[in-house]
Every structure is written in C-alpha cells, then in structure tokens.
C-alpha cells in the first residue's frame, strides 16, 4: 500500500542553521503532497502542498519541491530560529482514496538558541 | 475564521469505562477524522466519515465507535476503554475530501485510561 517515510526521528540544530528533513513516498498514481507542522500543545497545521512532478510548495520560509523521479519531498529551511521548534509531518493524499491522507511518522526539530 | 474544537481537553477513565471524546468544525467541510497519536507511531487513522451518517473504518479501528450526527459534529466513542487507549486525540476536517485537500485539526484530547 501507500507510504510515506520521514528518515530523521529527531533533528537539533542551532539558530541560523540551515534544515533538511528528508520524505520519500511510495504510491501509485500521482498523489499530492504535503507538510504538517506541529507545535507544542497544538494540533497539525497544514504547512503547504505540490500536486505535480518539480512544483515547489513554501510558506513561513520552508520550502519543498516534488520530485516523482526520486519519490520525495524534502523539507528545507535556509535559516532555522528557535521558534521552527516543533514536529513537522509530510503526508500523502493519494488519488485512489482520495479523502484518506496518509502521513509520515513526524520528525521532532530542536532548535537551541 | 474556519475551526475544529474538541472537547474535553482532557479526560481521565477507568478500564472498562465509557469515554467520548466530541469534536465539532464550523468550516463546512464534509469529511471528518479522528485520529489518535502515540510516541513512534505518529498520527494513525481511527474513523472518519464524509457526512451526516456515514461512517468509514479507519486502520486502526478496534475499540473503538464513531458517530457522525449532523455535518459539524463527530464523536469517538470508547465503549470498554483499556490502558492501551490512552493516547492524544486528534479530530479534524477536510473539504470535499479531494486529492488536494488540507486538513484543518483540533487541538486534541488527552485521555488517559488509568
């Protein structure tokens, strides 16, 4: 079935440095893609999408651009602040089911000050 | 300005007790989730549903009902809540449930199944 796998469990970076948190997916089709953020206390915000192959998403300074070559969707930031602090899921809206988004285990980022 | 809440906030039961949580979103979205998340496993899909009455199965659905009663309103219902069961809640709704859909959530419930 369909799948997404965020490789880092846990990130801690300093302010200023600079962010990737890598997902791959595995799906049929051509699923959209998305990432979550979670901070503490919170629910999952949506975070941003691509729907197509080289569509870059971004919002609050994360980008992530959809590469159906090499099934990912890699999380980066240039430049983190304390604040970014907080567990960043990517998902998987798949195009065969179309109302059950799938998402990734979540990686924890601390960002020390 | 579009919201899911969720109440209570947090809630403590005994094994064998009867717990729901509810959860009510004025986006007028038509589909709704419930998920719960646990240390490791990230968040897991319980139910969800995609209107007034409808209920679909979710992957992780043992011990667990749910109702849809009208379009903003969806409840978990624990019938015989065990330990295992002790998690954070999550509801959420999306629009028209297409591939391209976000999701708005709550900001959860804790129980704890003591």
């Known amino acids: 079935g369909d799948s997404v796998t965020q490789t880092e469990g846990q990130v801690a970076l300093s302010e200023e440095d600079f962010l990737t948190i890598h997902c791959n997916y595995s799906a049929s089709g051509y699923p959209a893609l998305f990432w979550y953020v979670q901070y503490p206390g919170e629910g999952p915000q949506f975070l941003f999408r691509a729907s197509r192959d080289k569509e870059k998403g971004s919002s609050r300074g994360f980008e992530a651009t959809y590469d159906k070559g090499t099934t990912s969707f890699h999380l980066r930031k240039a430049s983190v602040q304390e604040s970014d602090s907080a567990v960043y899921y990517c998902a998987l809206g798949p195009d065969t089911n179309a109302y059950k988004v799938i998402f990734g285990k979540g990686t924890h980022l601390h960002v020390l000050p | 300005e579009a919201a899911v809440t969720q109440s209570p906030r947090n809630k403590v039961t005994v094994t064998g007790g009867n717990v729901t949580l509810s959860c009510r979103q004025t986006n007028s979205h038509n589909y709704m989730y419930w998920y719960r998340q646990d240390t490791g496993h990230g968040l897991r899909l319980i139910h969800y549903s995609y209107g007034a009455g409808n209920l679909q199965i979710g992957d992780v659905p043992d011990g667990y009902k749910a109702t849809r009663t009208t379009q903003e309103d969806f409840f978990l219902l624990l019938e015989l809540a065990s330990p295992s069961q002790t998690s954070l809640y999550f509801c959420?709704?999306?629009?028209?449930?297409?591939?391209?859909?976000?999701?708005?959530f709550g900001s959860g419930t804790r129980l704890l199944v003591i």
């Open positions: 959420a709704s999306s629009d028209a449930g297409t591939a391209n859909s976000d999701y708005t």
